[in-house]
């Protein structure tokens, strides 16, 4: 049984950030009252025409460019028919054998190994309304539909739930590098279709399921584990497995079949006449190239060999594009980059998180993080001080405000008086002979409580380093 | 103002009421007073609904004139649009029962210029429903007579607005071609009915029927009518993706009658000659190939084989869209909901199948069929290589041709009610016509006698793409030589007053 190996393959829906529709002038915002964002194109009233929106294709395609993939200079839209409430026109307007990329990669990392996932292709295509199930019936919501989707078709190349985590992850990172979409799972902008085969080195792949509409990487996750053992538990049991369609029900941890698929699925595919053929040009495609930011994997390498930082370091920094901008601005300015990092991973993320907000909303710059960080590295103030230096900028009265002028405001310098800190020390030794007489036995570490003492007694402004060496000098003296 | 008087001012071309209306010796009012007393009057089923504004419309357009701000040549002229282009406001029924009740929040670009230069839409006209038939004998609102003779069918399509234009209840009309539907009824009533190049003229706000083959076009009186008509409606819009960028022509400039012929290069294809023409249209268009030579046009028979798979061709195509087009009627957003159903998929099977009509069903059930996976490569992919080498036929054709020459119809309008064996015979009446919209052509149909029955007979000149105005100068040749009255039986397709 053990000998049975998964292969999974994924199709990512990701909702694209154009400012309209796919085919119509409607807004893409999310949410706005029932049936508001409509207009008879994207309500498919009769005798209205799609107008392909350009930046739909120019999208694809820079997702497309950013997974590797090769460019179809001719491609086309086709009509994908099946009937269903949400879907006004009884067809989604989609690419059948001429998607705008194909032939991909994207590169994901498991366990420190880094492991080739084939993109088979990239298609746009035109997201559905919304079922409103009400008390005295269903009410159909148009707004979110015919918004531009891409759809990412990964190859079998998966094989465990970690890799699927990792493949959604590092995908969902790249797509927001890029801006092609901003990836909200909560708000449907990203879900997934899992499917699931098991089969036996060497043997062809096994009856293959499929799972719809996961809407959260852990809900990817727990799903294909989910599935796999099922599958391999039927096969030991001596049963068959069915080609069907699962649901996961993410809250319960387990899945449903939907449906047994007896047939591959109809949809009376055909190409779409209301829009011209999508013609691409090798230059256009390059100026799109031009505008590709750098990309993750490319960040963290330059983070590990430009800063020194470790791969820890360097992929917490770039999971955000907007916090891994901040980082580049502070050092550009010539800040310890160690220094910047460990801001922004610690109390940065930190307010951001309490303070509920998203990444690209610190409210201040590379420039005054690079301030902060010199007054750290040139012993102006303490740790501590520069924590409550960051809260502060945090806060609307501070807003725009230099942090050296918050530290004299606030007068958080660190004091380095040597005088003074000897004074503080002396009082501290006297106030602790517990301590003292622990030190004095040869425990050494208790030291670090003494220099606990001497920041609580300077309201953590004492320099740390000095204290330390004061101290020795006082109890070994 | 006598019976006599009205009948003369309801006969008028569009472009003589518009001369009336600028020397002022009648008024939108008055004309648009005229045109609906006869719609009231008429028992030819042409108008499905009539415009409650209307006489609000003529009476806004006489204050534009009083003031000198009339909109265009043709402010105030009261005309009618097939019910299958929406009008804001306005019922649009493709004449089906699924839409009886349908009113559109926007409004068809065409139907927009028309308003914008000031004519009077007086109402919707009859249609087949859904714009699938060839006799409007399948609308829902029951079937239009041919004024000509009203026992008999008017054509379709847009039989009611070639018939409105035939028994004078509007000067003009729009309808819509998809394989024929401007033309053959235009033929079967003794009108000019044009079928423009597929993207000259918008399609937005038209409900489709197959988009890819369909295209607007206007039925009138005569051909100069049809030149000033297309000068309204023609040109670019950016909200109709197959619509081209190219210049409009004066298509009015170069209409100069029989002096038009002079050298013209006319080829007569032999595939639509053969036996299945009836036999006095086939006489009827010998005896135009020698007037055309009379004229000075060379004329001279060809062949373009290939037309033979058009009708094969175009069914399988426009039903694939048309079974596409028509998923959207489910019942859920607007149109016709069955009653007492029981969930969505009862509610969607319930209110297609009492809603739709049985032509409707059929080329639903046909395209649905040759759009099947196990069928797509067999059907629907050669028929689209079949285009292919159809163009290619043409386009050949043109190198040697300025116009083709064809009888628009195989027969002349047949009797109400008549039992077809089975629907391909039907269909096989538009054989003459399918292949202009499988090619994307332009072609007009100009009343040219009539038969042994007195029906009236229309020929078809088929010219390369964007060529309207080398057609209509052909037709206004062809319209000349009808009006010198040498066919016997010919009572003149134009000249009305
Ligand atoms: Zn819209």
């Known amino acids: 049984m053990s000998d049975y190996k998964a292969v999974i393959g994924l199709e990512v829906h990701a909702e694209l950030d154009t400012a309209s529709k796919i085919y119509c002038g409607c807004t893409t915002a999310f949410g706005g009252e029932e049936n508001t964002h409509v207009c008879p194109i994207c309500l498919g009233l009769p005798g209205a025409l799609p107008l392909l929106n350009r930046k739909v294709v120019e999208f694809c395609i820079k997702a497309g460019l950013a997974l590797n993939c090769k460019i179809n200079n001719y491609s086309r839209q086709d009509r994908k028919h099946y009937f269903y409430p949400d879907l006004p026109k009884s067809f989604q307007t989609s690419q059948l054998d001429l998607p705008i990329c194909y032939d991909g990669y994207l590169d994901i990392e498991v366990n420190g190994q880094t492991k080739r996932i084939g993109i088979t292709r990239i298609h746009i295509e035109e997201d559905a309304g919304k079922l409103i199930h009400g008390l005295t019936g269903t009410r159909v919501d148009y707004n979110r539909g015919a918004t531009g989707l891409i759809e990412i078709v990964s190859e079998p190349d998966l094989t465990n739930p970690d890799e699927v985590y ?46 719809k509409n996961l809407n959260s990487l852990s809900a990817a996750k727990a799903a294909a584990a989910y599935e796999i053992k099922r599958q391999k538990q039927v096969l030991a049991e001596g049963g068959d497995l069915f080609q069907a369609t699962l649901r996961w029900d993410d809250a319960k941890g387990i899945n449903y079949v939907m449906r047994v698929k007896e047939h591959a699925d109809e949809y009376y595919y055909f190409p779409e006449p209301d829009i011209m053929p999508i013609v691409i040009t090798p230059e256009e495609v390059e100026a799109i190239r031009a505008t590709l930011p750098e990309l993750p994997k490319a960040r963290q390498q330059r983070y590990k060999s430009q800063y020194g930082l470790s791969d820890y370091d360097a992929n917490i920094l770039t999971v955000s594009k907007a916090l891994s901008d901040l980082f580049d601005q502070a050092v550009a300015c010539e800040a310890p980059a160690k220094v910047c990092a460990n801001f922004i991973m610690g109390d940065i993320t930190r307010l951001l998180n309490e303070k509920a907000l998203q990444p690209e909303e610190v409210p201040f710059g590379g420039k005054e993080l690079a301030e902060l960080a010199n007054l750290i590295s040139q012993g102006a103030i303490s740790s501590s001080a520069g924590s409550k230096v960051v809260e502060l900028l945090f806060q609307p009265e501070f807003a725009g405000k230099a942090p050296k002028a918050i530290v004299e405001e606030q007068n958080l310098g660190q004091v380095s008086d040597q005088g003074a800190i000897k004074a503080m020390c002396q009082q501290v030794i006297d106030a602790n002979p517990k301590v003292v007489e622990d030190y004095r036995g040869g425990k050494k570490q208790a030291i670090s409580a003494l220099v606990g003492q001497v920041m609580k007694a300077s309201k953590g402004k004492a320099n740390p380093a000095m204290a330390n060496q004061l101290l020795e000098e006082l109890l070994n003296g | 103002m006598d019976n006599m008087q009205k009948q003369e001012l309801a006969s008028l071309t569009l472009t003589q009421a518009a001369g009336l209306l600028a020397k002022g010796e009648t008024s939108s009012s008055e004309l648009t007073q005229l045109m609906l007393e006869r719609i009231a009057a008429s028992d030819n089923n042409a108008y499905i609904t009539v415009n409650a504004e209307a006489m609000a419309a003529a009476e806004a357009a006489d204050a534009r004139r009083r003031t000198g701000q009339s909109l265009s040549l043709v402010d105030g002229v009261p005309m009618a649009l ?9 019922k649009t029924t493709c004449a089906s029962r699924m839409l009886e009740n349908f009113v559109p929040p926007y409004t068809a670009a ?51 607005s070639a018939a409105a234009v035939a028994e004078d209840t509007a000067y003009f009309t729009m309808g819509s071609d998809t394989g024929g539907s401007v033309r053959q009824p235009a033929a079967f009533c003794g009108v000019v009915g044009l079928k423009p190049t597929y993207g000259r003229v918008s399609r937005y706000g038209v409900v489709a029927f197959a988009s890819s083959l369909d295209q607007v076009g206007p039925l009138n009186k005569t051909v100069e009518d049809c030149a000033l008509t297309l000068s309204l409606i023609a040109g670019c819009d950016p909200r109709d993706a197959s619509s081209l960028p190219s210049p409009v022509p004066d298509y009015l400039a170069g209409l100069k009658g029989a002096e038009g012929l002079k050298g013209l290069r006319v080829g007569v294809p032999q595939e639509y000659m053969g036996p299945g023409i009836q036999e006095d249209i086939r006489q009827n268009v010998k005896k135009l190939i020698s007037d055309l030579q009379a004229a000075g046009a060379l004329v001279e028979e060809c062949s373009l084989p290939q ?72 059907y629907y992919l050669r028929a689209q290589k079949a285009r292919t080498l159809i163009i290619e036929d043409f386009r050949r054709a043109f190198g040697k041709y300025d116009i083709l020459l064809t009888p628009t119809a195989p027969v002349t309008p047949w009797l109400l009610g008549t039992a077809f064996a089975d629907p391909s015979q039907v269909y096989a009446m538009d054989m003459c016509t399918v292949s202009v919209n499988v090619a994307g052509l332009p072609a007009i149909s100009v009343p040219w006698g009539v038969d042994r029955d007195g029906l009236p007979v229309g020929v078809q000149l088929i010219g390369p793409a964007l060529s309207e105005d080398r057609i209509l100068q052909a037709a206004h040749g062809v319209e000349a030589l009808a009006n010198s009255g040498q066919i016997p039986g010919q009572k003149g397709g134009a000249a009305h007053v």
């Open chain 1, 166 to 211: 990792a493949y959604m992850e590092t995908l969902r990172q790249v797509l927001l590098y890029t801006g092609v979409s901003n990836c909200k799972m909560e708000e449907g902008s990203l879900r997934c279709d899992v499917n699931v085969s098991i089969h036996r080195e060497g043997e062809p792949f096994g009856v293959r399921t499929e799972m």
């Open chain 2, 110 to 160: 065409v139907a927009e210029k028309l308003a914008d230069a000031g004519t009077v839409l007086l109402g919707k006209v009859n249609m087949d429903e859904f714009a699938a038939g060839n006799a409007t004998d399948t609308s829902y609102f029951g079937p239009t007579k041919n004024p000509r003779d009203p026992r008999r069918v008017a054509g379709g399509s847009s039989g009611g």
């Open chain 2, 82 to 90: 097939k019910d299958n282009f929406c009008v804001r406001g306005m």
């Open chain 2, 307 to 378: 037309l033979e798979y058009a009708l094969g061709a175009y069914y399988v195509i426009s039903s694939a869209e048309f079974s596409s087009n028509l998923g959207r009627f489910d019942g859920v957003k607007y149109g016709y909901r069955a009653k007492g159903y029981d969930g969505y998929d009862d509610m969607l099977r319930r209110s297609r199948s009492e809603a739709f009509g049985d032509e409707v069903k059929r080329r639903i059930l046909l395209g649905t069929y040759t759009l099947s996976a196990g069928y797509f490569d067999a």
